[in-house]
C-alpha cells in the first residue's frame, strides 16, 4: 500500500501508545540508527515537502477551529511489529509571526542524553523518515491558551 | 475520519503529557535519536545577478537562476566570507548568476570547487543543490525559511 503523504485521523490508541512509546519506555533510546548517511535529494526533498503541507493543513486547522497548539506526529521508524503507526510526537504551535514550531525531546545520537529542541516543521520531518505521514490531534480549547504560554517560552 | 477540533484526550491525560515531555524525563525514555537534528545545510543567497529578487535580503522569490529542476549551475569562484563560503554559481544554459553563503562544515566546502557541476531541484519551499546525488545544500525561500528553526531549548 503506498503510503499517503499525510494524514489527520490517529486513534486515541495509537496516540496513546505512541505517547507512552515517546515518553515512557525504558529501551527506546536504542531505536535508531547512528550512522552518518550523506543526504540525498530525494530525502530531503520528501522532508521538506511534507514539513511545507504539514504547515499548510495546520494553518487551515488553525483557520477551521482557532487551535493553536497540537501534538505532532511523525514515522520516524518502523514500528509496525507493536501495530504503532507513528514513532515520535513533539508538540507544535503557531507563533505570533505565523510559521509553527515543534517543541520536542530527541536524544543524542548513540547516547541516554537527551535534550528539549524547539524546532521548525523542517527539522522535525527531515530526520529520516520511515514513512512521509504526519498526524496531529488538537487539546481542548480550554487547555489551548495556557499550552501556548508554556510552550513558547524562551 | 474527523477528529481535529475534539480532543479525545482528557485534561488530566494532556497535563500529564507535558508534565512528562517538559519536566526532565529521564532521558532513557526518549524514542528518537537525532543525528540529523542540526545537519540541514542550509544556504542563503548573498548576492545576486540576474535576479527576479534582486536587492531583498530576506528572499522571497529565489533568483531565477534557482528556479528551474534540472538546471546544471557551474561554480565559477569560491570565497571565503565572514560565517563560511560564498559559492558563485552560473547557470550553464544562459548564464545567469547566483551567489550562496554556506556556514556549513569545511571539509564538504573544500570539495565543492570552480568547475564543479551543480544540479538544481526546485521544490515549494526553495532549490536543492546537488553535486552527483548528494545534497549540496539547501536554499530556502519565504516559505522554506517559515519551515526552518534549530534551538536547543535544555542542556
Known amino acids: 500500500m503506498t ?3 499525510f494524514s489527520r485521523p ?25 550512522e552518518t548517511r550523506p543526504l540525498t535529494t530525494q530525502a530531503l ?7 511545507q503541507r504539514t504547515a499548510q ?34 508538540w ?37 523518515l520511515w514513512r512521509p505521514e504526519a498526524a496531529w490531534s488538537v487539546p481542548a480549547p480550554a487547555l489551548q491558551g495556557p499550552l501556548l504560554a508554556l510552550l513558547s517560552r524562551p | 475520519m ?37 545537519a540541514l545545510p542550509v544556504a542563503s543567497v548573498v ?22 529542476s534540472g538546471a546544471t549551475l557551474v561554480v565559477k569562484a569560491v570565497e571565503a566570507s565572514a560565517r563560511g563560503t560564498v559559492w558563485v554559481l552560473e547557470r550553464a544554459s544562459d548564464g545567469a548568476r547566483v551567489s550562496v553563503e554556506w556556514s556549513g562544515r569545511a571539509a564538504q566546502a573544500a570539495s565543492v570547487g570552480v568547475g564543479t557541476a551543480v544540479t538544481v531541484s526546485v521544490i515549494a519551499a526553495g532549490a536543492v543543490l546537488s553535486v552527483a546525488g548528494e545534497v549540496l545544500c539547501f536554499v530556502p525561500n519565504g516559505l522554506g525559511h517559515g519551515l526552518l528553526h534549530h534551538e536547543r531549548v535544555t542542556l
Open chain 2, 2 to 38: 474527523a477528529f481535529a477540533s475534539r480532543s479525545f484526550f482528557t485534561q488530566t491525560f494532556w497535563a500529564a503529557c507535558l508534565a512528562l515531555a517538559l519536566s526532565g524525563h529521564p532521558a532513557q525514555a526518549q524514542s528518537e535519536a537525532s543525528q540529523a537534528v542540526s
Open chain 1, 45 to 51: 526533498s520528501q522532508g521538506l515537502t511534507l514539513a
Open chain 1, 92 to 128: 507544535a504551535y503557531k507563533t505570533a509571526e505565523g510559521p509553527w514550531r515543534v517543541l520536542h525531546k530527541l536524544n543524542q545520537c548513540g547516547t541516554p542524553v537527551a535534550s528539549l529542541y524547539r524546532q521548525g516543521l523542517g527539522e522535525f520531518f527531515m530526520d529520516d
Open chain 2, 47 to 68: 548576492g545576486v545577478a540576474g535576479s527576479a529578487a534582486a536587492g531583498s535580503a530576506a528572499v522571497v522569490a529565489l533568483p531565477v537562476a534557482l528556479t528551474v
Open chain 1, 3 to 5: 503510503p499517503t503523504p
Open chain 1, 10 to 34: 490517529v486513534t486515541l490508541t495509537a496516540l496513546a501508545l505512541a505517547t507512552w512509546l515517546a515518553l515512557g519506555t525504558p529501551a527506546a533510546h536504542a531505536g535508531r540508527a547512528c
Open chain 1, 57 to 90: 493543513a495546520l494553518d487551515e486547522e488553525h483557520a477551521r477551529s482557532g487551535a493553536r497548539v497540537v501534538v505532532l506526529a511523525r514515522a520516524g521508524q518502523d514500528l509496525g511489529k507493536y501495530q504503532l503507526r507513528y514513532s515520535h510526537l513533539g
